[in-house]
């Protein structure tokens, strides 16, 4: 199975063009106040059509109520709904009743005990997102840049469909892939110059990184 990848967090047509070319399947766009990468919808919107027929558009969210998302829904057209709060599993089946379409639940992840609170949801979210916990005192569920020890997802079943997230960069993407096989990779911090600065340069460099840990693992 080929592996996703998924560039979060983006604002500009030139971070999402270098996202495209990179061959991003997934490109997220994030519906935060609180976070230095939010967007508004109708901006979203605007940019996402760039990714029409090219890559899967997401659209992230924090706790949003019915209201919020479907304002996000109606001017931006998403693809998938990404719920990266403590949405619970009936919230996250109104939400895809709601709108019809997937919906990624996201986890914040430390150790292996951590892995038990998926279980409510499996059969309900069409895919998992494991990022680490944040910080003490932080105030974004994610996007914070620190990884967590990789090493504890072997304990999920087996076929467990889930992106990889939390720290990851083009220095330390291939010793992740090492350690784990997700069936996708997300990135936000990762790409940034300043928090919500994306950097074209450090784009190409992770797709480069990624490329280059995919012929290990083949060889």
Not at 52 to 75: F, Q
Not at 162 to 186: F, K, Q
């Amino acid at each position: 199975m080929s592996l996703d990848i998924k560039i979060c967090g983006l604002k500009t047509g030139e971070a999402l063009d270098a996202a495209l070319s990179g061959g991003a399947s997934h490109v997220g766009f994030i519906f935060f106040p609180k976070s230095p990468r939010n967007i508004a919808p109708d901006e979203a919107g605007r940019l996402r059509q760039a990714a029409r027929g090219r890559a899967k558009a997401v659209a992230v969210s924090v706790d949003a109520d019915d209201a919020a998302l479907d304002a996000i829904v109606a001017a931006m057209a998403p693809d998938m709904l990404q719920l990266h709060g403590d949405e619970t599993p009936e919230r996250v089946a109104a939400v895809k009743a709601r709108y019809g379409m997937p919906v990624m639940k996201a986890f914040s992840i430390r150790d292996a005990g951590d892995l038990a609170t998926i279980e409510p949801y499996r059969g309900v979210a069409d895919r998992f997102l494991f990022d680490a916990k944040p910080p003490r005192g932080a105030e974004l569920p994610g996007g914070n840049g620190v990884p967590f020890d990789w090493r504890v997802l072997a304990a999920l079943p087996s076929g467990t469909d889930y992106m990889l997230s939390g720290g990851l960069n083009a220095g330390n993407i291939s010793e992740a892939l090492r350690l784990v096989s997700p069936s996708g990779i997300d990135i936000s911090s990762g790409v940034e110059t300043a928090p919500g600065v994306k950097d074209v340069a450090l784009i190409e460099a992770f797709f480069r990184a990624v490329g280059e840990a995919a012929k290990k693992s083949a060889a």
